[in-house]
């Protein structure tokens, strides 16, 4: 009596049942011949549900096009596959695994063979470390705050009992309330731009083009009145028109709001020669990257202060709140990117951001190889 390929696992395999990763085998074109009892323990499907059914059953719609397809390419044609992903439960939840895949032939004929691993654990953990983190530098800001605040509230204290000491009509009496106002708004400032770096979202990114964030930033910001004398030039370098990234484009908009802000202030500062009032924007690009810099020709930054310049509350400027840049980058890396902060005091400042192009590895983007698209677009 001939065994088929959905016995062979059962009888010379028992033990698959009593391993802690979901095994499934498949044939060439991605029917589930068998998989063990895990894989109904991770997915939440039933063995009889899972059986006869598609290995695609697994994966989200917008991994079918690519991903799915490289896998099985790799599996067969190359020396497999492994690596880690997001696949679809029961539930329609999405579950964080590291798979691998690898085929073999018996009889004539070709089949796949696929394990699963739960890393859902490790990735909760890696954002519980980021958000510790997070709340360590929240921590360190709280400290910060309350020695920022003293300051101007000891000042407004002073500045109000010297007030009822003196005459209503006095001048003295002009000068104390413009400095409790000055002081106030210190005070307003900081617990504005405080409230803005604690209440920032978890981005959510969508396809954008960077020609038109750029832009539309940089029509914002010009607008405004602190601008004026400013020149804002776009300088487009190898970035195509069409280019694209996958960002939260509002929290992006901000951080370059506030680094033109910074730009602006630097070079008002100066004033020393009209070239001077300028700012650059450049945009560059590679495979994997968008790069958006930010250059002028202001103050520039210490190499003393060049290491603490993203610090909560750090600022060359006394009167500023110091959080711009603390904002900055937190919104480059929530986007898995990068700040570059270049600068030499009395030259100038140029502060890059880089942003990956897309978050997906190119497994889930693109084919790799045409024989994956010919072969197995249609799993």
């Not at 195509?240 to 939260?248: A, K, L, Q, S, T």
Request: aromatic fraction near 8%; proline fraction near 3%; charged fraction near 30%.
């Amino acid at each position: 009596m001939k065994t088929t390929m959905t016995e062979t696992p059962k009888s010379r395999h028992p033990f698959l049942d009593f391993i802690q990763a979901a095994f499934i085998l498949t044939d060439v074109h991605g029917k589930i011949l068998y998989c063990n009892r895990y894989t109904e323990n991770l997915f939440g499907y039933t063995r009889e549900e899972i059986e006869g059914q598609r290995i695609r059953t697994f994966f989200f719609t917008e991994d079918l096009k690519y991903f799915l397809p490289n896998i099985v390419y790799l599996a067969i044609y190359r020396a497999g596959f492994e690596g880690d992903g997001l696949l679809r439960q029961k539930n329609g939840k999405g579950i964080f695994i590291h798979l691998s895949a690898s085929s073999f032939k018996e009889g004539g004929e070709t089949f796949l063979a696929f394990s699963f691993q739960e890393i859902q654990r490790l990735k909760r953990l890696e954002r519980e470390k980021l958000e510790l983190r997070h709340r360590a530098s929240l921590g360190m800001m709280v400290e910060e705050v309350a020695h920022q605040i003293r300051n101007p509230i000891a000042s407004i204290g002073g500045y109000a009992r010297r007030m009822m000491k003196a005459s209503v009509s006095s001048q003295k009496t002009e000068i104390y309330v413009d400095r409790i106002l000055h002081e106030t708004r210190r005070l307003e400032e900081k617990i504005q731009r405080m409230e803005e770096l604690v209440k920032i979202p978890r981005p959510i990114f969508q396809k954008e083009k960077v020609l038109e964030v750029v832009e539309k930033t940089l029509q914002s910001v010009s607008q405004e009145e602190k601008t004026k004398g400013v020149s804002l030039n776009l300088e487009e370098g190898s970035l195509e028109e069409e280019e694209c990234f996958y960002i939260d484009k509002d929290l992006v908009a901000r951080a370059l709001s506030h680094l033109l802000e910074n730009s602006i202030e630097s070079v008002k500062q100066g004033r020393r020669k009209r070239d001077r009032m300028r700012i650059g924007i450049g945009l560059a690009c590679d495979a994997e990257s968008i790069e958006i810099s930010i250059s002028d020709r202001g103050e520039g930054i210490s190499k003393k202060n060049l290491s603490r310049i993203c610090e909560p509350f750090f600022s060359t400027r006394p009167e500023r709140a110091g959080l711009g840049l603390t904002f900055v980058k937190r919104v480059v890396e929530d986007h898995g990117g990068k700040i570059r902060i270049d600068s030499r005091l009395r030259v100038g400042t140029t502060v890059t951001l880089i942003f990956p192009k897309d978050r997906r590895r190119p497994i889930r983007r693109e084919w790799v190889s045409p024989e994956a698209e010919h072969s197995f677009s249609s799993l």
